[in-house]
C-alpha cells in the first residue's frame, strides 16, 4: 500500500523569504499547522522558526509534528558560477538544521529569479546560453552532493515562475543533464500549471526523479491576466493568483493518481501562496487537507 503523506508550510500561511510580506509569528504558524490537522512541515525559509535544532525538536514534539524537508531560499543564481561559495553557505545552514531535525529532503528554491518579484523589474533575461546551463547543472550537482555526503539529505530542487527552471522544457532539460544520485526534483504543481505544463504528467514520464510534491493551485484567470499584463509571479500572488482547491488548475487527483503509481511513499507539501495580509490561512490549509484526504480514498 502506498502512502502520500501530507504535510504543509510556511508559504501557506504567507511566509515565503526575507521582504516578502507580513509574517505570523512561527509559535501561531506551529499551533495552527497542528490545529488544522497536519503531522508533518517543511521548514520554510531559514530564520522563521528557531534555527537551535533542540529548541526546533521540542517545539514541534509539543505540538506532535514531525519534519519533512528543510528549504533553502534566497540564492537563485545556480547559472553564476560567482555565486557558488553563497549557495553553499545557505545550502549548509539549511542543511544542518534539517538534518537536526530527521528530515530526509533539502528543497531548494532558486528565487529570486530573473524578474523582480514586487516591481516586475526584469533582473536578467528569461534565456540561458549553453554555458549558463552548464553552470546551472554543475551548480546543482554540486549542491546536491554537499547535502547527501555532509548531511545525508536528498537535494529536491523546485521548478519556480520567473526562475530558469519553470517550463517543461526546461524541467526536462534539467533532470536529462543532473545527476540523479545527487539532484531530483521538488515539483510544485501550481508552477508548473502556471508555466503551462501538467505535472502529473511530468511525474509519470520521470517518476524516479521526483523526490516530493508541493501541491497549490492556480486560478487560470489570473495567470492569463498575468501573461498579458507582463506582470511577476510575485505581483500574480498579490491579486490571488494561487486559489484553494478545488477551485483552480491544475486538478490535483491525477497528480495523487500519478505519486501513488511511481509504487512508493512520498510526502505532499501544501505550499499555498496566499495574498499578503491573509487570515483564514488555517481554515484554509484544514479544507486542503480534507479535500486531499478525500482525493486519495476515491
Same mark, same amino acid.
Request: hydrophobic residues 35%.
Given at each position: 500500500m502506498v502512502n502520500l503523506i501530507l504535510g504543509n508550510c510556511p508559504a501557506s500561511w504567507g511566509v515565503r523569504w526575507a521582504g516578502a510580506g507580513?509574517?505570523?509569528?512561527?509559535?501561531?504558524?506551529l499551533d495552527e499547522l497542528a490545529g488544522a490537522g497536519y503531522g508533518w512541515l517543511e521548514l520554510g525559509p531559514y530564520g522563521y522558526l528557531p534555527t537551535d535544532p533542540s529548541?526546533?525538536?521540542?517545539?514541534?514534539?509539543?505540538?506532535?509534528?514531525?519534519?519533512?524537508?528543510?528549504?533553502?531560499?534566497?540564492?537563485?543564481?545556480?547559472?553564476r558560477a560567482g555565486e557558488f561559495g553563497d549557495m553553499l553557505a545557505r545550502t549548509r545552514r539549511?542543511?544542518?538544521l534539517a538534518a537536526g531535525t530527521g528530515a530526509r529532503d533539502l528543497v531548494f528554491v532558486p528565487v529570486p529569479g530573473y524578474r523582480d518579484e514586487f516591481t516586475g523589474a526584469w533582473a536578467e533575461?528569461?534565456?540561458?546560453?549553453?554555458?549558463?546551463?552548464?553552470?546551472?547543472?554543475?551548480?546543482?550537482?554540486?549542491?546536491?552532493?554537499?547535502a547527501l555526503g555532509e548531511y545525508g539529505l536528498t537535494l529536491s530542487v523546485q521548478p519556480h515562475a520567473d526562475t530558469h527552471l519553470?517550463?517543461?522544457?526546461?524541467?526536462?532539460?534539467?533532470?536529462?543533464?543532473?545527476?540523479?544520485?545527487?539532484?531530483?526534483?521538488?515539483l510544485d504543481t501550481g508552477h508548473v500549471a502556471y508555466a503551462g505544463g501538467d505535472p502529473a504528467a511530468l511525474i509519470a514520464e520521470h517518476p524516479d526523479r521526483v523526490g516530493l510534491v508541493h501541491v497549490k493551485q492556480i486560478?487560470?484567470?489570473? @495567470?492569463?491576466? *498575468?501573461?498579458? #499584463?507582463?506582470?511577476?509571479?510575485?505581483? !500574480?500572488? @498579490?491579486?490571488? *493568483?494561487?486559489? #484553494?482547491?478545488?477551485?483552480?488548475?491544475? !486538478?490535483?487527483?491525477?497528480?495523487?493518481?500519478a505519486m501513488r503509481e511511481r509504487g512508493q511513499d512520498a510526502f505532499v507539501v501544501v505550499a499555498h501562496e496566499p495574498p499578503p495580509?491573509?487570515?483564514?490561512?488555517a481554515a484554509v490549509a484544514a479544507r486542503t487537507r480534507d479535500y486531499l484526504l478525500a482525493c486519495q480514498n476515491q
Open positions: 507580513p509574517r505570523p509569528p512561527w509559535r501561531r504558524f529548541r526546533l525538536n521540542d517545539e514541534l514534539a509539543r505540538r506532535g509534528l514531525r519534519v519533512c524537508a528543510g528549504t533553502v531560499h534566497g540564492c537563485g543564481g545556480l547559472h539549511a542543511a544542518e533575461s528569461d534565456k540561458l546560453d549553453d554555458d549558463g546551463w552548464k553552470v546551472l547543472v554543475r551548480t546543482a550537482n554540486e549542491l546536491g552532493k554537499h519553470e517550463t517543461v522544457a526546461q524541467i526536462g532539460r534539467f533532470l536529462a543533464e543532473t545527476d540523479p544520485a545527487y539532484v531530483s526534483l521538488c486560478d487560470p484567470r489570473l @495567470a492569463i491576466r *498575468a501573461q498579458r #499584463e507582463s506582470l511577476a509571479y510575485g505581483q !500574480a500572488v @498579490a491579486l490571488g *493568483a494561487c486559489c #484553494e482547491p478545488p477551485h483552480g488548475l491544475p !486538478a490535483l487527483p491525477p497528480v495523487l493518481d495580509g491573509t487570515e483564514d490561512a
